[in-house]
Structures are given as C-alpha cells and as structure tokens.
Nanobody, 127 residues
Framework: EVQLVESGGGLVQAGGSLRLSCTTSGFIEDETAIGWFRQAPGKEREGVSCISGSDGSTYYVDSVKGRFTISSDNAKNVVYLQMNSLKPEDTAVYYC????????????????????WGKGTLVTVSS
C-alpha cells in the first residue's frame, strides 16, 4: 500500500499558477505510476495527468495540455503538478493516486483502476 498526501492547493485568480505536491510513502515499485485527478462540484472525477515510474512517460487530458506539467523527484518521493494559465473551470478538488504493476495506461479517465488515493487538496480559480 502507498500513502499519498497532497498539498499546494489554494485560491488563485484566473491566469495565475499553482504547484501541487503529492508526497508518497510506503511500497513504491519501479512500475508504479502516479496520477493527478480532479473532481469539481456536480461533476464526475477526471484524470488530469499521470507519470510512469518505469520510464517517465506522461499523460495529460486534452483540456490541460500546454498548461499543466507533471514531474517527479524520486529522491524526495514527491510528484508535482505545475499548473499555469489557470481557468475557473480548473476549480476542483485535486487528488493524487497510485497504480501499480506497470498499468500506466489505466492511469486516466475516472481512475477506477487506481490502487491508492490521497485525501485531496482544493484548488479554486476565481474569474
């Protein structure tokens, strides 16, 4: 089991930036992928971005491409989500989650296949 703790959420104006951090602990294998998901009020959870632990491959949902960047610091066991040019529609609770056993391709969508989840951090973008 992997423990995940998100931080870095807050209130920001449209056009601004935030960097979310996901600090991980526990059993993390090379084939573990870490993803960021979000859920806005009244909406379904959606996969935002994911990074593979085995080869660093990344995934972004179309709505954040060119604005968000996922990265990892393996020495610190932290995965970051740099969010630039934020829009009001980015407002949501952001969760990080882990998926094991080289199932990076399932690290997207609603995240139903993810194995472990953090508690989330709220991002609010004002217009």
């Amino acid at each position: 089991e992997v423990q995940l703790v998100e931080s870095g959420g807050g209130l920001v104006q449209a056009g601004g930036s935030l960097r979310l951090s996901c600090t991980t602990s526990g059993f993390i294998e090379d084939e573990t992928a870490i993803g960021w998901f979000r859920q806005a009020p009244g909406k379904e959870r959606e996969g935002v971005s994911c990074i593979s632990g085995s080869d660093g491959s990344t995934y972004y949902v179309d709505s954040v491409k060119g604005r968000f960047t996922i990265s990892s610091d393996n020495a610190k066991n932290v995965v970051y989500l740099q969010m630039n040019s934020l829009k009001p529609e980015d407002t949501a609770v952001y969760y990080c989650a882990a998926i094991h056993s080289a199932r990076f391709l399932l690290c997207r969508g609603r995240g139903d296949a993810m194995d472990d989840w953090g508690k989330g951090t709220l991002v609010t973008v004002s217009s």
